[in-house]
């Protein structure tokens, strides 16, 4: 499996930016995908999943925020993340397991299989 993000950049507090995962090589038309963040310093944190049926969980500190959505036919995963803060600074990765899960969660980063390269994302107050 092979992800590649896209769409970070430097946007001020309360803008927008819509990041992009672009997935292949999946073994069945099931998979979950989360987008994890990490900023200098700190822990990889978990921001949201969501998988090929369309179901979605997030993290605390983006509900109400950020929306997770697909393109099945794109093979494309995208997080718009509207109201951005200056916390929300940091690089974003999206993650990957190849199957289904029983339940949507948000799981630990150890529980994705298939990781991307990254993609900064900056909020200037």
């Known amino acids: 499996v092979h992800l590649v993000e896209s769409g970070g950049g430097l946007v001020q507090a309360g803008g927008s930016l819509r990041l992009s995962c672009a997935a292949s090589?999946?073994?069945?038309?099931?998979?979950?995908i989360a987008w994890f963040r990490q900023a200098p310093g700190k822990e990889r944190e978990g921001v949201s999943c969501?998988?090929?049926?369309?179901?979605?969980d997030y993290g605390d500190s983006v509900k109400g925020r950020f929306t997770a959505s697909s393109d099945n036919a794109k093979n494309t995963v995208y997080l718009q993340m509207n109201n951005l803060k200056p916390e929300d600074t940091a690089v974003y990765y999206c993650?990957?397991?190849?199957?289904?899960?029983?339940?949507?969660?948000?799981?630990?980063?150890?529980?994705?299989?298939?990781w991307g390269q990254g993609t900064q994302v900056t909020v200037s107050s």
């Open positions: 090589g999946f073994t069945t038309s099931d998979y979950v």
């Open positions: 969501i998988d090929s049926a369309g179901r979605t």
């Open positions: 993650a990957a397991i190849d199957g289904v899960m029983l339940t949507m969660t948000l799981l630990p980063d150890g529980e994705y299989d298939y």
